[in-house]
T-cell receptor
Framework: GAVVSQHPSWVICKSGTSVKIECRSLDFQATTMFWYRQFPKQSLMLMATSNEGSKATYEQGVEKDKFLINHASLTLSTLTVTSAHPEDSSFYIC????????????FGQGTRLTVV | GENVEQHPSTLSVQEGDSAVIKCTYSDSASNYFPWYKQELGKRPQLIIDIRSNVGEKKDQRIAVTLNKTAKHFSLHITETQPEDSAVYFCAAIEKTSYDKVIFGPGTSLSVIP
């Protein structure tokens, strides 16, 4: 299957700083990627849809100025959490549709963000 | 948009017994229903999926059924084993400009040896 790699796997940052998370499709081109957030013992909540060469589409209630998404190439999407606060601590996961336009989603390994 | 509900939220079964998890969805346009298994701190893993033109699909100990009229779909795990213990998520595709995967709230399955 298609491989999606996410980096870093975990990060600890100080309150008020910004953190960038990368999501790469390693063996296929992903026109569209998705970013999810998962709090402990909860489900994956879709934050935004990332589109190569255009602005991201954010889900209702997600602050676009706080969660900056850039999809600069067909293999890379980045999520930047700006001015992070402890309540932003969460598990962030990206996904991409497969190379054949499959409906199946391929997930990155996730990033555990802890803001102290 | 699509809304997916899932029951039960927790499920404990004895090893060897069957486990059933049920989900409902709201958008009649949805046509793809994947099921994921997630272990703590790891990415979701696709375990089985079903498309709306099929009523049932089976893969070894795992089966999924779909009732498109009622907007219900279910996961059945037979002969459960301790390694089946995990959180299971059903999902449906929200058909907009992009196929968004919308997850149910999850079921924490514990298989007791």
């Amino acid at each position: 299957g298609a491989v999606v790699s996410q980096h870093p796997s975990w990060v600890i940052c100080k309150s008020g700083t910004s953190v960038k998370i990368e999501c790469r499709s390693l063996d296929f081109q992903a026109t569209t990627m998705f970013w999810y957030r998962q709090f402990p013992k909860q489900s994956l909540m879709l934050m935004a849809t990332s589109n190569e060469g255009s602005k991201a589409t954010y889900e209702q209630g997600v602050e676009k100025d706080k969660f900056l998404i850039n999809h600069a190439s067909l293999t890379l999407s980045t999520l930047t959490v700006t001015s992070a606060h402890p309540e932003d601590s969460s598990f962030y996961i990206c996904s991409a549709a497969g190379p054949r336009g499959d409906t199946e989603a391929f997930f990155g390994q996730g990033t555990r963000l802890t803001v102290v | 948009g699509e809304n997916v509900e899932q029951h039960p939220s927790t499920l404990s079964v004895q090893e060897g017994d069957s486990a059933v998890i049920k989900c409902t969805y709201s958008d009649s346009a949805s046509n793809y229903f994947p099921w994921y298994k997630q272990e703590l701190g790891k990415r979701p893993q696709l375990i089985i999926d079903i498309r709306s033109n099929v009523g049932e699909k089976k893969d070894q100990r795992i089966a999924v059924t779909l009732n498109k009229t009622a907007k219900h779909f279910s996961l059945h795990i037979t002969e459960t084993q301790p390694e089946d213990s995990a959180v299971y998520f059903c999902a449906a595709i929200e058909k907009t400009s992009y196929d968004k995967v919308i997850f149910g709230p999850g079921t924490s399955l514990s298989v007791i040896p």
